[in-house]
């Protein structure tokens, strides 16, 4: 029984250090391109809540209205992950002045603002896939090689999967509502 009891202690110890936050970091320098970085994955991130919200509200289809509602949760789950780890990082973003995808977003945003019905969901639903495969490569080619701290970096490494999982949603809901 002792034996059970210490094993399961044990076990209970090594999960709640793997899944332990990082401590807060004082007087650490960050470099500029991790500031930027930051800046520009918090913008990348941000846009699919905005999309996904409107898809959420808007869309005549319940799968559409579904994954965009999804889309937006776990989007916001991110921005407020990331925005965590800047806290205990001590690292405030830099807003760039011109971040990626902003164009292509604010065109979409104002695409799917005056599209209905189903016009709209067609338009949301290709917006996605491109939105997720445009920002699969500016995470992988461009953010995850300029960032210098490990959990800055691993995080947005880390999201490189969440981003092409919503890819192939996007995919399979495009397969499944053809133009």
Not at 43 to 72: H, P
Not at 80 to 100: F, G, V, Y
Not at 106 to 116: Q, S
């Amino acid at each position: 029984m002792s034996l059970s009891y210490t094993s399961a202690s044990l076990i209970v110890l090594v999960l709640g250090l793997s899944t332990a936050a990082p401590a807060p970091r004082t007087s650490v320098e960050h470099s500029t391109d991790d500031r930027t970085a930051l800046g520009k994955f918090e913008a990348v991130v941000s846009y699919d809540i905005a999309t996904g919200g409107l898809a959420a509200k808007k869309a005549k289809n319940a799968d559409v209205r579904q994954l965009g509602s999804t889309f937006e949760r776990d989007h916001k789950g991110l921005l407020k992950k990331t925005q965590d780890l800047a806290k205990s990082l001590n690292i405030t973003p830099t807003r760039p002045k011109e971040a990626p995808l902003a164009k292509e977003h604010a065109d979409a945003m104002n695409k799917l603002e005056t599209a209905t019905g189903e016009g709209f969901d067609r338009a949301w639903i290709a917006n996605e896939v491109k939105y997720h495969t445009d920002a699969i490569q500016v995470l992988t080619d461009t953010l995850v090689p300029g960032i210098q701290d490990p959990d800055l970096k691993s995080l947005v490494q880390s999201a490189v999967g969440a981003f092409q999982g919503h890819l192939a949603a996007s995919q399979g809901l495009a397969a499944k509502h053809p133009r």
